[in-house]
């Protein structure tokens, strides 16, 4: 692969690809950007933020031979793996180098560890030239998921309602507001302006052809609604329901885990959503719901770490 120009334009019908190198050194991202005849706005679709969620990585690595620079108004830019030496080694959700959560530490810092300096350049280069965002996720490795898309709760009321409009494309049954405004990609465009959101589907270090092409059919029918590709699938048809409130729920030691229900599933106030128990089989922690709602991801693996998460879900309107 050919090195990222240091000097790129957005020229009209051009395609740039290549591997840019991250501020600071010590990474190189694959990027491709998608310019089209005609100016219009530029949409950043991002993989591989935490590394072991493949089905996001793979659907931008389908769209880069996909979408071509004929059928764009504006402009498209392609991350396939936006934390690539944590895919080389395996980390999971960590960027192997620091063990820093790439998708905490938005908008980053170009004097700062490797993790730091992954967001500063996805920042600096791509989200503050960006009019849209749509950040794609899955359950980590240990993670079992009911597909479900986040929008910025807390953006500016302008920037919300395009985030949600920008959502409720998505073939996923729920759509979720964020209450954070820093740290994750799409977070941190919300704060800069910028309308985005983060698609959930697969998990437990798993993917499947037919959930990267949804996660396709919903950038495209995004990019579409954007009016920056000219063709879009149709509609999604399944009923969305927008939640109102996210709870995390988080262990208080490390363990055995025993989950109690499958993601997707309702839950319902002091529902016992699993337990954890010591290395003797003894019961330290029931994890109970606090209210009614939507089990949306948990932790699958035997293993629980302390204040790492067991269950998240959501309140339903």
């Not at 759509?175 to 589907?201: C, K, Q």
């Not at 989950?259 to 954890?276: C, Q, S």
């Not at 932790?299 to 998460?309: D, F, H, M, R, Y």
Request: charged share 20%; net charge negative; aromatic share 10%.
């Amino acid at each position: 692969m050919e090195p990222f120009p240091e000097e790129w334009s957005w020229s009209p019908g051009e395609t740039v690809c290549g591997l840019l190198p991250v501020t600071g050194g010590g990474a190189e991202l694959p990027v491709t950007l998608l310019c089209g005849e005609n100016p219009g706005p530029a949409v950043l679709v991002m993989g591989g933020i935490h590394s072991a969620e493949y089905v996001g990585i793979e659907a931008v690595l389908e769209l880069t031979k996909q979408l071509n620079c004929e059928e764009i108004t504006g402009s498209v830019i392609l991350i396939t793996l936006a934390n690539p030496t944590g895919f080389e080694h395996r980390t999971m959700s960590l960027v192997y180098e620091d063990e820093k959560n790439l998708n905490r530490v938005f908008p980053g810092n170009p004097e700062g560890t490797l993790a730091d300096r992954i967001a500063w350049t996805i920042s600096e280069y791509f989200i503050k030239k960006a009019d849209a965002v749509i950040d794609l996720h899955s359950g980590d490795g240990y993670e079992e998921l009911t597909p479900f898309v986040f929008f910025q709760g807390v953006a500016d009321p302008d920037i919300r309602e395009k985030s949600l409009a920008m959502a409720q494309l998505c073939d996923v049954p729920y759509v979720v507001p964020s209450d954070t405004a820093t740290g994750g990609a799409y977070n941190y465009a919300g704060s800069a302006g910028v309308p985005g959101i983060l698609i959930e589907r697969g998990g437990m270090g798993l993917w499947t052809w037919e959930e990267v092409e949804r996660d396709k059919a919903d950038v495209c029918r995004i990019l579409h609604h954007l009016g920056v590709l000219s063709w879009g699938p149709p509609a999604a048809v399944k009923r969305k329901t927008v939640c109102s409130h996210f709870n995390y729920e988080l262990s208080e030691f490390s363990g055995f885990w025993y989950p109690a229900k499958r993601a997707g599933e309702p839950v319902f106030e002091d529902d016992i959503l699993g337990e954890v128990r010591d290395y003797f089989g003894r019961t330290l922690q029931f994890c109970r719901a606090r209210e009614n709602g939507v089990l949306l991801y948990q932790a699958k693996s035997l293993s629980v770490q302390e204040g790492g998460p067991m269950a998240a879900y959501v309140t339903l309107p």
